[in-house]
């Protein structure tokens, strides 16, 4: 089950897209992989890793106290390399293709501030910090968008901002 993150840092493993997959998403994997998919299904072929295997796996998280959705991101890196070995002709059949009943995701509904209620918290920070925080309510950028922004991303008289790249921390920039 090795090798995902890697190959996928270096660019030669790709997102079913054919994107290079983002920083975010390869520490998500790679804690993933690490804290909860080594473990129990690293030693394994690929081959012999059989449907009822991962349907166990999701069932042991589960019974573990995980989360449905956190059981979901964690099924993401193996799906991947499953994907990628059917892909490649390595494997016939991938075991993750129906598999994993779990309860539903109940997702929280998220709170959105109304327009009066952005202009009131926009007020209530300092002047000099104000335009920030107004780009961020008001055109819905996360903080990684905006501090990655340059300012020929963003086009003043056609009231545009281009969102091209993300900021990580562990890299200078990224796309």
């Known amino acids: 089950m090795g090798g995902l993150v890697e190959g996928a840092q270096e660019g030669t493993i790709r997102t079913r897209s054919g994107e290079v997959y983002k920083p975010g998403s390869l520490r998500s994997y790679e804690k993933t992989m690490r804290l909860r998919v080594l473990e129990p299904l690293g030693a394994a072929r690929l081959a012999d890793i059989t449907r009822p295997d991962l349907q166990e796996f999701a069932d042991r998280l589960l019974a573990g106290g995980l989360n449905p959705s956190t059981i979901q991101v964690t099924l993401l890196p193996p799906q991947a390399i499953f994907r990628r070995a059917v892909g490649r002709g390595e494997l016939a059949i991938n075991p993750c293709r129906g598999v994993v009943q779990l309860p539903a995701v109940r997702g929280r509904r998220e709170r959105y501030a109304s327009p009066e209620e952005a202009e009131a918290l926009i007020a209530a920070v300092p002047s000099a910090d104000r335009v920030i925080w107004a780009t961020a309510m008001y055109a819905g950028l996360r903080c990684g968008e905006l501090r ?19 900021w990580d921390p562990t890299r200078e920039w990224s796309t």
């Open 148 to 166: 990655a922004l340059r300012d020929q991303d963003i086009d003043l008289a056609a009231g545009v901002i281009r969102v091209q790249r993300n």
